[in-house]
């Protein structure tokens, strides 16, 4: 194997490790908000240092990989992408903290009522779904299955838009809950930023694949429709 | 933003070595006032190929062409072109600095002296405008009168820039300029290059993939007396559309 491919390896390993920590913190964060359980919040928010120091580690190691081998082409592309899908991981990585933040403030699990009408979970699934699918697109180089990562964005999206009306409307028959409700809404709103950050990544996957810009781009069809 | 001239046009370019094809099919136009580097492995055609923009493969035993190259759209082989006049428009610089045994002041007005200019004066400023075009002047108008080859490796390369200058060519050739240089020189004859293309029209041939990407606005990747691809040195250097340009840019060939 040439010494540039190892290297590459070696960075994209590392970036993988980084990953399995943050799905960790995203999988427990699901039981922790559940069940409002204190215990495993605290470990999620713990992790935030490991996850932190992988971060570091791996700009480092692009920074070096550029001053040293100068890459071009497919392998300047990787690199780059790489660079932001872990910044990008890293910030799935606080946002899972965040929601442990949350999860501490509550006495007791959410209203079931309350879960089921907004659809929460249904919308956390979701996020770990596209979470654990880009990860196989990484994997694999795996530039359809991204991009199918990138029309999962589409149903939290929808979730999250809906999310404000139901609240409000939970808020006026159930004024003494109104904490519990607010803190629902804004771990809806992470989940919506966790659906944001992994659709970033599936677009690196397809910047350094195909040479192809993707983000953006729905953007401005939406405009033009 | 107005489409530049192109300078150098080649058209349907074939090239023989005897019965060893060199070149095959070659279609490329060079723009006017830019550089344009030739990459590729050894062997692959690109410094034949440079050669041919000067006619320096004529004396070659059994080199032949087919096609065209069209300077300012003129045909530079055909048959009523002097080839001497041709050189005068295309200079040439070497992979090795090849000044001549004489006085640095000699080197330079060579070209000049070749042409019957005896006029003391008008050498002198063309010495010194093609020297200070080079950035030697400083470094060289003291020693005027010493022998060319007492200069480092870099300064020789620089001279033979300016004497290349000193006939005012609208194009110049470079075969691997920088390839026998330490980095300072070579980062000096890359400025230089970077200087001279709002004069001249620069071809230059090169090993080195990172200075291609520096000094040049086009790159063509060569490879068995192919041209491969094509395009503006950005797209080649981050999304070459060809594998075999990407497989060679990167490192991966074979």
């Not at chain 1, 949350?102 to 959410?110: A, G, I, Q, S, T």
């Not at chain 2, 070749?114 to 030697?136: F, N, P």
């Not at chain 2, 400083?138 to 290349?164: H, N, T």
């Not at chain 2, 491969?228 to 074979?254: D, H, L």
Request: glycine share 4%; hydrophobic share 40%.
């Amino acid at each position: 194997m040439l010494h540039i491919d190892e290297e590459l390896n070696r960075l994209r390993e590392k970036l993988l490790e980084m990953w399995d920590l943050v799905d960790y913190q995203l999988t427990s964060g699901r039981d922790a908000v559940m069940n409002a359980d204190h215990e495993l919040a605290d470990q999620i928010i713990k992790l935030e240092r490991k996850v932190n120091n992988y971060d570091i580690k791996i700009d480092r190691m692009c920074e070096n990989f550029f001053a040293l081998y100068t890459p071009v082409a497919v392998d300047l592309r990787t690199v780059l992408a790489m660079l932001k899908i872990n910044t990008n991981l890293e910030r799935i990585g606080d946002t899972a903290e965040g929601m442990a933040h949350f999860v501490k403030k509550l006495d007791r699990p959410f209203d079931p009522e309350l879960v089921e009408l907004t659809n929460m979970m249904v919308m956390y699934d979701q996020a770990l779904a596209m979470f654990r699918e880009c990860r196989v697109a990484l994997v694999k180089d795996d530039t359809k299955l991204a991009k199918d990562v990138i029309k999962l964005d589409k149903a939290l999206n929808k979730i999250y838009r809906k999310s404000d009306v139901i609240i409000t409307k939970y808020l006026q028959a159930n004024p003494d809950r109104i904490p519990e409700a607010l803190a629902l809404l804004s771990i809806i709103k992470k989940l919506e930023r966790v659906g944001d950050q992994v659709t970033n990544m599936a677009e690196e996957i397809i910047f350094y694949r195909e040479a192809k810009v993707v983000k953006h781009k729905r953007k401005k069809k939406k405009k033009e429709d | 933003m107005t489409k530049k001239h192109n300078k150098l046009e080649a058209t349907n370019l074939d090239a023989f070595y005897g019965d060893f094809h060199a070149l095959k099919n070659i279609n490329v136009a060079m723009e006017e006032k830019a550089v344009t580097a030739f990459i590729g492995p050894s062997g692959c055609g690109k410094s034949t190929f440079l050669r041919t923009l000067n006619r320096m493969n004529d004396y070659i035993d059994g080199f032949r062409i087919q096609g065209q190259i069209l300077l300012d759209d003129r045909d530079i082989y055909a048959s009523n072109v002097r080839v001497d006049e041709l050189r005068k428009e295309v200079g040439m610089v070497f992979q090795k600095p090849n000044p001549f045994p004489k006085t640095i002041f000699e080197n330079v007005v060579y070209g000049l002296r070749i042409q019957g200019i005896k006029d003391k004066k008008v050498l002198q400023e063309a010495c010194e405008t093609s020297l200070r075009q080079t950035a030697l002047w400083e470094e060289v108008k003291d020693k005027l009168d010493k022998s060319a080859l007492a200069l480092s490796g870099g300064q020789q390369q620089r001279l033979c820039i300016a004497r290349a200058l000193a006939i005012s060519p609208s194009v110049i050739l470079m075969d691997e300029p920088t390839s026998a240089l330490d980095p300072i020189s070579t980062a000096k004859i890359e400025d230089l290059i970077h200087e001279l293309k709002q004069h001249y029209t620069i071809i230059i041939v090169t090993h080195n993939m990172q200075q291609a990407g520096r000094v040049s606005d086009h790159t063509a990747f060569f490879y068995m007396g192919e041209l491969v691809e094509y395009a503006k040195t950005k797209t080649m250097f981050t999304s070459p559309k060809n594998e075999r340009t990407q497989n060679y840019i990167t490192g991966r060939f074979g």
